[in-house]
């Protein structure tokens, strides 16, 4: 089983890179293989010149294509998920994102934002046609101490980010269960 993160903080490290960082580890431990990218892996005028030939999104592309899952990770800026992440999501094939379970984490300086994943970043996964988009995780940045080193999380946000992980882990299953269905063939279920 492989799954992919993907972290749309135009800085690195972040507080949303650190709950990635979190998710990377527990998947890890648990022997699901984990490919991670960051803004930082694209040249900014690749994604400001929409390049969808550029070597480094082709890769992203042909990688996501062997997922099974994608958690995905942005800060809130001015009520919305990182612009950099939306250029690049904006140049990904239609259906990106088909048969992907993806789990959508977030923070921001304060829970005014919450809903940004809700309004903002699940229309866009939706779109590039995710089979299941989870209920994500919002952390403001008190919730998240020294994510420049060792990040620190309080131990409501653990619980939640284990939650949403452990939901993850099991979505990843009824998703393998269901492509290897017999009353599922070629994409057409059978009622």
Known sequence: MRVMTLAGSPRFPSRSSALL?????????????????HLQNFAPEDLLYARFNSPAIQTLVEQL??????IIATPVYKASFAGAL??????LPERALEKKI????????????????????????????????LHGV?????????????????????????????TFWQALH??????????????????
Request: with cysteine.
């Open 21 to 37: 960082e979190y998710a990377r580890e527990k998947l890890s431990a648990l022997d699901i293989e984990v490919c991670h990218w």
């Open 65 to 70: 294509e062997g997922a099974d899952g994608l």
């Open 86 to 91: 939306k250029t690049l999501l904006d140049l």
């Open 102 to 133: 993806v789990l959508p984490l977030a923070t921001g300086g304060t829970v005014a934002h919450m809903l940004a994943v809700d309004y903002a970043l699940k229309p866009v996964l939706n779109a590039l046609k995710a089979q299941e988009i």
């Open 138 to 166: 919002f952390a403001d940045d008190s919730q998240i101490a020294d994510y420049q080193h060792r990040p620190a999380f309080t131990p409501n946000l653990q619980q939640r980010l284990d939650t949403a992980l452990e």
């Open 174 to 191: 009824r998703r393998e269960f269901s492509v290897a269905s017999p009353f599922i063939q070629q994409g057409a279920a059978y009622v």
